[in-house]
């Protein structure tokens, strides 16, 4: 196996690692001490400046054509506008457990825009799948309990699978800009026409934040989530895609509630009930079912 693609595996490894940790920091210090919107234009706004260093450091093409300018901003609207604001909202109304396991519907989301687009087959194997993946969404969504770390468990995770469709969207939009722009220069420039979508509507929650309440630990929480789980774990990404196939750095997302669990569990007491393992099971199958054949042909 080439460096290139050892350093690519180890890179896809920790970004889902890191997005398996961010379920729970954010829980940390979201809504108690910075109000979801408010960190998401922390959490934007720095990868920009982060993502436009990196430019800087290393310039390369800079310009987008013109052509290709709606498709940038759809790209921002579904892959960071609506996507991180819902899952950041959606995160500190449920559980990190819960979250985790609803994201694991963005492939089933992406199969079914397949469908519709008709660039993906209708199978018996991918209708069970579906099936299998709903059904686990539905058992975490009707079977929710209250606790402490889910002040409500419905509209949380109603947030989580919205953010799920709009990256299924996003997914599919952003296939053909990877294919003509560098995937950094297309991160780069969706998470700046992101920002401008989102100012609006955070700024209050960001101008609300009171810094003088934060303290080491709560400093470090929010460099995490915006240094580690935005821009290293988006840079990481692309990375991976560069040197693997998509179904590749695909299937690692299946470790992201394993490492959300053990980190919910161990820090927020969270439960690990028999019916999360029935959904982790039905959801973990149904996303296998239907990802079996890109699999195999990739």
Known sequence: MKQETIKAHWAVLTTNLLFGINFSVVKYISPSLVKPFGLNLIRVGVAVLLFWLLFALKPLKAGIEKKDIGRFLLCAFTGV???QLMFIKGLTLTTPIHAALLILATPVFILLLGFA???EKITVLKITGLL??????ALLI????QNDIGSNMLLGDIYILINAV???FYYVLVKPLMQKYSPVHVVRWVFTFGLVMIFPF????????????FNVSHFAALAFVVIGATF???????????HLSASAV???IYLQPLFSAVISILYFHEALTAAKLIAAVLIFTGVFFVNKRKATTE
């Open 232 to 242: 290293l774990a988006y840079y990481f990404t692309v990375y991976g895609l560069q």
């Open 117 to 119: 687009l008709r660039s």
């Open 166 to 168: 709009f990256y299924a």
């Open 81 to 83: 506008a609506v996507n």
């Open 250 to 252: 695909g299937a690692y």
């Open 142 to 145: 009707l079977g929710r309990e």
């Open 202 to 213: 955070c700024w209050n929650d960001f101008a609300a934040i009171a810094w003088s309440s």
């Open 132 to 137: 299998a993946a709903i059904g686990g969404a």
